[in-house]
């Protein structure tokens, strides 16, 4: 599977956006790009997840650059409760023997700020 | 939707003895069930995938005869660790996944073993 790149750590303020960046120049075509987040001693909760076209759900929004080496995940309104680590994940949902596996990096540490 | 769940949520055993782990998707049915452990202070990293009523597949370099892995029922798995040792402790937490590999993964809440 295709290798992602993630700040460390990342801060906001309460109340703005959260934008997440990610990189993932080496993605293939049937590589869909994946975010979970997981928040302290809990395990990961499934956030989003894309192949090519930009996606929202309640949760959050998905932006994937045209080339698909790069994607935002972005947070609209951060609060506390959405300080976490959060992975994106490139996940090859057809052929392989890595079919369907999520395999995690370290993450970015987001800190919402009150 | 798309709850799973993980018995128990915490475990304390001596050294010696085996530990048993369930997973259920409580919500739906689950073909495909893994199992990744997590170190403090690192990412999860994946032992098994299982699918039901099959044997599981271990990744490389985790020990299939200490970490038995069962998934007898759409809905239930479990993880036995054999002869846990300290260096076992560790937060084991497992994911669920409906049908096909493109389908989405939900995780459970993880459990945290401590082996004396």
């Known amino acids: 599977d295709a290798k992602t790149t993630q700040p460390t750590s990342m801060d906001c303020a309460e109340g703005r956006a959260a934008n997440l960046p990610c990189n993932h120049s080496t993605i293939s075509g049937n590589e869909y790009v994946y975010w979970y987040r997981q928040i302290h001693s809990q395990g990961p909760q499934y956030i989003i997840h894309?192949?090519?076209n930009n996606e929202t759900n309640e949760m959050a929004s998905l932006i994937i650059t045209e080339d698909r080496k790069s994607s935002t995940l972005i947070l609209p309104h951060a609060t506390l409760r959405d300080t976490a680590v959060y992975y994106c994940?490139?996940?090859?949902?057809?052929?392989?023997?890595?079919?369907?596996?999520?395999?995690f990096g370290q993450g970015t540490i987001l800190t919402v700020h009150p | 939707g798309a709850v799973v769940s993980q018995h128990p949520s915490w475990v304390i055993c001596k050294s010696g003895t085996s530990v048993k782990i369930e997973c259920r998707s409580l919500?739906?049915?689950?073909?495909?069930m893994f199992w990744y452990r997590q170190f403090p202070k690192q990412s999860l990293m994946l032992m098994a995938t299982s699918n039901e009523g099959s044997k599981a597949t271990y990744e490389q370099g985790v020990e299939k005869d200490k970490f038995l892995i069962n998934h007898a029922s759409l809905t239930l798995s479990t993880l036995t660790v054999t002869s846990a040792h300290p260096e076992d402790s560790s937060f084991y937490i497992c994911?669920?996944?409906?049908?096909?590999?493109?389908?989405?993964?939900?995780f459970g809440p993880g459990t945290r073993l401590t082996v004396l």
């Open positions: 919500d739906f049915q689950a073909t495909t």
């Open positions: 994940i490139v996940r090859k949902d057809a052929g392989g023997t890595s079919y369907g596996k999520l395999t």
């Open positions: 894309g192949l090519k």
């Open positions: 994911s669920a996944r409906k049908g096909l590999a493109g389908d989405t993964q939900y």
